[in-house]
């Protein structure tokens, strides 16, 4: 184990943070500017302006993993997604935004080669955008097969029809491919083999976009979160991605690398509200004294310090491990640190929060945002209650194990 930065990932955390410096940062008004307008469901033209220059500096799709043609390992991609998440719009400069990394990567893995023609590569181009709808207003998503939207087969097309919400990024005019799981076999004994996922192109007949769904306030425009009716809507049997009954299958190989992504990305956000926190704190005078002498905030500083490094370390091991053992081994250290993360992200942002007084509810710091988008992924792509069940059941799966081992050797 070996969480040295190569000299290949030492040269893009170079340019990264280069071209953060001196571009992004500068242009955080712009972005703020756009967002607040009334053109802030358009795409946002400082984001557009800056994806040329981060492709010519050799910063585009990062993310894509060496096992589907990419030229990082998820070890390596680490640093580099913490870089691009001090700045919560920056990583779609890069092509390395949710939801369109977690539907490529779908797409490279279980696509047919005219699916990936057809859909993925413009999406890796960033001509367009993409959603995946999954989650439903009247079931609990946390357990996938709760899932209802009905599939059915009709010749050589499928009918849908059924209700999405937290559809996110379908609020963006260039979205133009949805990935859609729902149940084509509801009667099926195995729960897992009844949902199917297929791909639906955004403007299809009987698609009806409901409305957006704010988070804390904030509608992320044009990105979005969207609840969408679908309504007798109808695509080729060709859209099947690998196949009937293995929705679920698709579900679980897409959510770990997203999964991770959400948590690298975090760990920015995290380092960002500490910089701020710090700066702060020795900036402002309170009871005749910096905010940075009062010993409750030294302990929070350090706290945050500790944590933040202690969530970074358990996230290039759960990398680490996904790539040298494969996604599916490494499903308990990618839940714990889907728990931790976030949990750590929220804690030090509202530490943050609390030494900017009144000002950091405010949008002046950034912390108010920081905090609803940290707070939103503990439930984004299952909420903490579900990984901390599914480590716990591993866990004792394991000790029970060992136990049963040492137990025999004893007796031998």
Known sequence: MNFDYTPKVQ????????????????NEHRWHEHARSERRWEPVPVIEE???????????????????????TNLEYAPLCEIMGRVHWAPELFNCSAPDTGNMETLL???????????????????IRSAFLMTEPNVASSDATNIQ????????????????????????????????????????????????????PA???????????????????????????????????????????????????????????????????????????????????????????????????????????????????????MDTVGNKAAKKEIAMIKVFAPNVACKV??????VHGGGGVSDDFGLAYAYAHARTLRFADGPDEVHRNQIAKMEI????SIADALSKMKRA
């Open 397 to 400: 799966g394991e000790q029970t």
């Open 203 to 321: 403007g299809t007949p009987g698609i009806k976009v409901l409305r957006h769904l704010p988070v804390f306030g904030y509608d992320d425009a044009p990105h979005g979160h969207m609840e969408i009716e679908l309504k007798d809507v109808r695509v080729p049997v060709s859209n099947v991605l690998l196949g009937e009954g293995r929705g679920f299958e698709i579900a679980q190989g897409r959510l770990g690398p997203g999964r991770i992504h959400h948590c690298m990305r975090l760990l920015g956000q995290a380092e960002a509200a500490l910089e701020k926190m710090c700066r702060r704190a020795t900036e402002r005078v309170a009871f005749g004294r910096p905010v940075a002498d009062q010993g409750v905030t030294r302990e929070r500083i350090a706290e945050a310090r500790i944590m933040i490094d202690a969530a970074r370390y358990m996230v290039l091991n759960a990398a680490w491990k």
């Open 149 to 200: 939207t009905r599939i059915k087969r009709e010749g050589e097309h499928y009918v849908i029809n059924g209700t999405k919400w937290w559809s996110s990024g379908a609020g963006d005019p260039r979205c133009k491919i949805y990935i859609v799981m729902g149940k084509t076999d509801p009667d099926n004994s195995s729960r897992h083999s009844q949902q199917s996922m297929l791909l639906v």
């Open 349 to 354: 942002i509202d530490w943050a929060i609390q």
């Open 11 to 26: 040269e893009l955390r170079k340019k990264l943070f280069a071209f953060m410096d001196e571009h992004v940062y500068p």
């Open 50 to 72: 800056l994806k040329p220059k981060a492709r010519a500096a050799g910063l585009w799709n990062l993310w894509r993993p060496k096992t589907h043609g990419g030229a990082l």
């Open 109 to 127: 893995k279980y696509g047919t080669p005219e699916q990936v023609k057809q859909w993925c590569e413009p999406l890796l181009e960033g001509r």
